[in-house]
């Protein structure tokens, strides 16, 4: 899966972004490069917050969990 980050230069001189399929997942950089890193780094920490609200939802709760891919 791939994400699409819209970047902008903050008044800083910054780099400022957030990923467009994700829109809460914003994220600056002194560089582009990091940037887009930090951009992952707030992708991975949004799906493994919503995993973690999601988990304590179903807790105690009887379901059936099946792995999806989007390719």
Do not use: C, S
Not at 34 to 48: M, T, W
Request: zero cysteines; glycine letters at 8%.
């Amino acid at each position: 899966m791939k994400f699409t980050a819209i970047i902008e230069t903050g008044e800083n001189g910054w780099y400022v972004g957030q990923v467009e399929e994700l829109p809460a997942a914003i994220a600056q950089g002194k560089t582009i490069d990091e940037l887009k890193e930090n951009l992952l780094d707030a992708v991975r920490l949004l799906l493994d917050t919503n995993k973690e609200i999601t988990e304590k939802e179903y807790h105690g709760k009887t379901i059936i969990k099946e792995e999806l891919e989007l390719i």
